[in-house]
T-cell receptor, first 112, second 113 residues
C-alpha cells in the first residue's frame, strides 16, 4: 500500500530559528495536506496543496507540492514557543475519496 | 461555525465489551471519515461515509463498523473489544469534491482494560 516517509522524526530548536520538514511517497498524490496536532487534540489543518509545483503560505508557514507529486515540504520561519507540537503530512490519491495516508509525524520542540 | 464534535471524549471499557462513538460533522459537510491513532501505527484510516453509504474502508477487522445518518452525523462501533483497540479515534468531515480537505474533531480516547 501507499506509504509516506516523513522526516525528521523530531526537532529541537531555539526560538527564532527556521524549521524545515518533508515527506516523500512511493506513490503519486493529487493533494498534499499539512496538519499540526497538540496534546489531547485532533489534527488541525495548516495548509492544503492541490497542484504539482504549488507553493502556498499561511503566515509564517510555507509548504510546497513537489513537481513529481511524490513529495512535499513544510517550512516554519522565525519559530515561537506555540509552534511546539506534532506536524503531520498527509497525501490523498485521485481515487481514494477522502482517504488520507499520513506520515509518521515530526515532533517539534522550541526552546525559548 | 462549530467544528467537528466527538462524544464522548474519554471512554474506559473492558475486553470483550462493545463501544459506540459519535461524531457530528461541521454544518454542511456531508462526508465523514474515521481514523485510529496509536503511538505504534500512527493515523490509520478506518472508513468513510457519504450520503449514509460507506464509500471506502481501511484494513481493519469486521469488529469495526460504522454508519451515517440522514443529517450526516456518524457513529462507529467496535465489538468484542481487545486491548489493542486502545487508541484515539478521530472523526473528520469535509465537503464533497476535489479541494475539500478533512477537518478533524478532538477525538475519543478509548482505553480497553
Amino acid at each position: 500500500g501507499q506509504q509516506l516517509n516523513q522526516s525528521p522524526q523530531s526537532m529541537f530548536i531555539q526560538e527564532g530559528e527556521d524549521v524545515s520538514m518533508n515527506c516523500t511517497s512511493s506513490s503519486i498524490f493529487n493533494t498534499w495536506l499539512w496538519y499540526k496536532q497538540d496534546p489531547g487534540e485532533g489534527p488541525v489543518l495548516l495548509i492544503a496543496l492541490y497542484k504539482a509545483g504549488e507553493l502556498t503560505s499561511n503566515g509564517r508557514l510555507t509548504a510546497q507540492f513537489g513537481i513529481t507529486r511524490k513529495d512535499s515540504f513544510l517550512n516554519i520561519s522565525a519559530s515561537i514557543p506555540s509552534d511546539v507540537g506534532i506536524y503531520f503530512c498527509a497525501g490523498q490519491g485521485e481515487t481514494s475519496g477522502s482517504r488520507l495516508t499520513f506520515g509518521e509525524g515530526t515532533q517539534l520542540t522550541v526552546n525559548p | 461555525k462549530a467544528g467537528v464534535t466527538q462524544t464522548p471524549r474519554y471512554l474506559i471499557k473492558t475486553r470483550g465489551q462493545q463501544v459506540t462513538l459519535s461524531c457530528s460533522p461541521i454544518s454542511g459537510h456531508r462526508s465523514v471519515s474515521w481514523y485510529q491513532q496509536t503511538p505504534g501505527q500512527g493515523l490509520q484510516f478506518l472508513f468513510e461515509y457519504f450520503s449514509e453509504t460507506q464509500r471506502n474502508k481501511g484494513n481493519f477487522p469486521g469488529r469495526f463498523s460504522g454508519r451515517q445518518f440522514s443529517n450526516s452525523r456518524s457513529e462507529m462501533n467496535v465489538s468484542t473489544l481487545e486491548l489493542g483497540d486502545s487508541a484515539l479515534y478521530l472523526c473528520a468531515s469535509s465537503l464533497v469534491g476535489r479541494n475539500s480537505p478533512l477537518h478533524f474533531g478532538n477525538g475519543t480516547r478509548l482505553t480497553v482494560t
